[in-house]
């Protein structure tokens, strides 16, 4: 009931394309939800979050999508660039301080 | 406005000698947050500290592992008696309050030979 699945693993997109990168959870309890952006050898940073109040949030180029009712979330990158490759994290957390994070997927956007 | 520091950024034990990871958090912030991640893995929980308390250690090996938030100082996670299966990097974070955004230190890479 803790786990958040994130899917896909791996994506590929061209320059300019908008990679679509899903979760899920169980845990009704959890009430925010950021996203985190890694490259190879750095910490995660955060990019956007998203609590349950609302369906959409949108940051420059990034937008979280929420569904509560079906528990799912997503991350929508538009425009992409190559600049934009890298790992991406979802998470969660019910104000317990202790963040929940999906498996990771691997962007690669080619030029 | 310095982010969340960690050293050292790379460190090399042999199995059986202690690892000692610091982590200093944002200024003006006083929960940190210690996360492991495994090659070609997700970030685990490992503990939550506030100030001279531990909150959360639920993610820490009973055995072996320690850590802790001096009311001077940086945090500190103490790994004795390391072992190859500790070989990982383990990221700080820290945060204002516990609702809020968590931000990541750069992490410190232990490799044990």
């Known amino acids: 009931q803790q786990q958040v699945k994130q899917s896909p693993q791996s994506l590929i997109v061209q320059k300019g394309g908008i990679p679509i990168i899903n979760c899920a959870y169980e845990?009704?309890?959890?009430?925010?939800f950021p996203w985190y952006q890694q490259f190879p050898g750095k910490g995660p940073a955060l990019l956007i979050a998203?609590?349950?109040?609302?369906s959409e949030k949108k940051e420059g180029r990034f937008t979280i999508s929420f569904n509560k009712s079906a528990k799912q979330f997503s991350l929508h990158i538009m425009d992409s660039q190559p600049g934009d490759s890298a790992t991406y994290f979802c998470?969660?957390?019910?104000?317990?301080?202790?963040?929940?994070f999906g498996q990771g997927t691997t962007l690669q956007v080619k030029p | 406005n310095a982010g969340v520091m960690q050293n050292p950024r790379h460190l090399v034990r042999r199995r059986g000698q202690e690892a000692r990871l610091r982590c200093s958090p944002m200024?003006?912030?006083?929960?940190v947050y210690w996360y492991r991640q495994l090659p070609e893995e997700g970030l685990k929980f490992m503990v939550y500290?506030?100030?001279?308390?531990?909150?959360?250690e639920s993610g820490m090996p009973k055995e072996r592992f320690s850590a802790e938030f001096p009311k001077e100082g940086p945090s500190i996670l103490r790994i004795q008696q390391v072992v190859r299966g500790d070989s990982a990097a383990y990221f700080c974070?820290?945060?204002?309050?516990?609702?809020?955004?968590?931000?990541f230190g750069p992490g410190t890479r232990l490799t044990v030979l």
């Open positions: 974070a820290s945060s204002l309050t516990r609702s809020n955004e968590q931000f």
């Open positions: 845990n009704t309890a959890f009430d925010y």
């Open positions: 998203i609590r349950p109040d609302v």
């Open positions: 998470a969660a957390t019910s104000n317990t301080g202790k963040l929940i």
């Open positions: 200024k003006g912030h006083s929960h």
């Open positions: 500290l506030q100030k001279e308390n531990i909150i959360d």
